[in-house]
């Protein structure tokens, strides 16, 4: 089994401890993870989880980094209480655990979240970020859904859909160039495709010597401080992303 039947491989290890600033809801019994900015707003960014669940202590440190720039942030867990996958799991069982956990199948869920956005949270702009398993739910999310504002996937991508280029509203593919999941030439062929057939604003752009998962690295788990200015370049320019699409 190669790295092209498992395509959000990759290994979590030692993680430090987040005490996270938000609080844990439930939304028409979905778990989820909110957090809210110091000062009112009306916008919002739901952040989709990797493999490793909707409590992954790295996923919520980027949300909250979202929140610092403004954004109500969400983060529900998709899984709908399956277990996400953890580093004591064997990778070559994630094919039958990645088949009751589709990317593509996050519809539902997405709607009730931003159901709740507006209503209980009176968001009025909605974009969405996700890692991984995550990056691959919204760009499927951009090709199916027109109410996101804008995306940001984070090392994911759809690679077996025809239509996968048409996207609906301005999304940001990020990848590491070390990246074992996705190869430089299926970065090329996405940019070249979205060229021809996308008619909204895109980008694409590599972080040069990066592996995957590596924009939700938190600072105290970075090994090698020479990745730290393009981890906290990724990020930026996610952040300049949503803020050029949904708040300006």
């Given at each position: 089994m190669s790295s092209e039947d498992l395509p959000f491989q990759y290994d979590a290890g030692r993680r430090s401890n987040y005490a996270a600033r938000g609080q844990e809801i439930e939304v028409?019994?979905?778990?989820?993870?909110i957090c809210y900015p110091s000062q009112k707003t009306k916008n919002a960014v739901i952040v989709v989880h990797d493999i490793y669940g909707w409590q992954f202590p790295d996923t919520r440190f980027v949300a909250d980094i979202i929140t610092d720039n403004g954004y109500i942030t969400i983060t529900p867990d998709f899984f709908l209480g399956k277990a996400p996958w953890t580093t004591a799991n064997h990778w070559q069982n994630f094919g039958?655990?990645?088949?009751?956990?589709?990317?593509?199948?996050?519809?539902?869920?997405?709607?009730?979240?931003?159901k709740y956005l507006r209503k209980q949270c009176n968001a009025e702009k909605i974009g969405i970020v996700g890692f991984s398993w995550g990056g691959m739910a919204v760009h499927h999310l951009m090709l199916k859904n027109p109410d996101f504002i804008a995306g940001v996937s984070l090392c994911g991508i759809i690679r077996n859909s025809k239509d996968r280029y048409d996207l609906l509203n301005p999304t940001f593919f990020i990848f590491g160039g070390k990246d074992h999941t996705i190869s430089p030439e299926q970065v090329t062929l996405l940019e070249e495709n979205l060229k021809k057939y996308c008619k909204v604003d895109y980008k694409v752009k590599v972080y040069p010597g990066q592996v995957h998962g590596f924009a939700q690295y938190k600072p105290e788990d970075i090994i090698r401080p020479e990745n730290a200015p393009y981890i906290e370049e990724a990020r930026m320019d996610m952040i300049n992303?949503?803020?050029?699409y949904i708040t300006f």
């Open positions: 028409e019994n979905i778990n989820a993870y039958p655990w990645l088949k009751e956990r589709e990317p593509t199948k996050v519809d539902k869920t997405a709607e009730v979240i931003m992303w949503l803020n050029k």
